[in-house]
């Protein structure tokens, strides 16, 4: 199984600053067929389903405001709030959806500071 | 709208079956494959099961191969699964989720419901 490792774990951001949440995947899920890496991010907030944000480690998924970037390759990849707002208060999640089981990382808890 | 609700939650003894059911809207459902990922309380999130667009393919969390069954039925546009021989450990939120691009399983999960809750108690 891959195992995803997020980090850190909980985060503590002030109002317009900059947040960033790395993932480890235990191996590459990058596909070299087609250049790809299957790795997703997700928010959640406290009592609803988690929300798509990030596909293919870089591609942001339709309504997801430019402040959420992806990047990374490989192995190593990294989710960035460019300024932070108050509607960010959440979980963040990885997942790989190169091989099953689909893993998902441990989940860090983003607060306002 | 795009929209997947589940239904059939509820409180099971240890041992016991339940069936849950995702009804998908909005979207053409037997051209996606379909997932169920569950969270137990205050925990986060674990992959059970994937099923191809068609159900030709299916795919299991090992915690739950052999107890639970995957199955979707294209002409009423639900996904399901069974679960049997439940256990303590099975008690989570259960989500469905649809898989964003093609007919392939590995995608991410863009449309998820809003869950149903499955507590395994005596």
């Known amino acids: 199984d891959i195992v995803m490792t997020q980090s850190p774990d909980s985060l503590a951001v002030s109002l317009g600053e900059r947040a960033t949440i790395n993932c480890k995947s235990s191996q590459s899920v990058l596909y070299s067929s087609n250049n790809k890496n299957y790795l997703a991010w997700y928010q959640q907030k406290p009592g609803q389903p988690p929300k798509l944000l990030i596909y293919?480690?870089?591609t942001r998924e339709s309504g997801v405001p430019d402040r959420f970037t992806g990047s990374g390759s490989g192995t190593d990849f990294t989710l960035t709030i460019s300024s932070l707002q108050a509607e960010d208060v959440a979980l963040y999640y990885c997942?790989?959806?190169?091989?099953?089981?689909?893993?998902f990382g441990q989940g860090t808890k983003l607060e306002i500071k | 709208q795009v929209q997947l609700v589940e239904s059939g939650g509820g409180v099971v003894q240890p041992g016991r079956s339940l069936r849950l059911s995702c009804a998908a809207s909005g979207f053409t459902f037997s051209s996606y494959g379909m997932h169920w990922v569950r969270q137990a309380p205050g925990k986060g999130l674990e992959w059970v099961a994937v099923?191809?667009?068609?159900?030709?393919?299916?795919y299991y969390a090992d915690s739950v191969k052999g107890r639970f069954t995957i199955s979707r039925d294209n002409s009423k546009n639900t996904l399901y699964l069974q679960m049997n021989s439940l256990r303590a450990e099975d008690t989570a939120v259960y989500y469905c989720?649809?898989?964003?691009?093609?007919?392939?399983?590995?995608?991410?999960?863009?449309?998820w419901g809003q869950g149903t809750m499955v507590t395994v108690s005596s």
């Open positions: 997942q790989q959806y190169y091989s099953t089981p689909y893993t």
């Open positions: 293919w480690a870089s």
């Open positions: 989720a649809k898989v964003s691009w093609g007919r392939a399983v590995n995608g991410a999960f863009d449309i």
């Open positions: 099923i191809s667009y068609d159900g030709s393919n299916k």
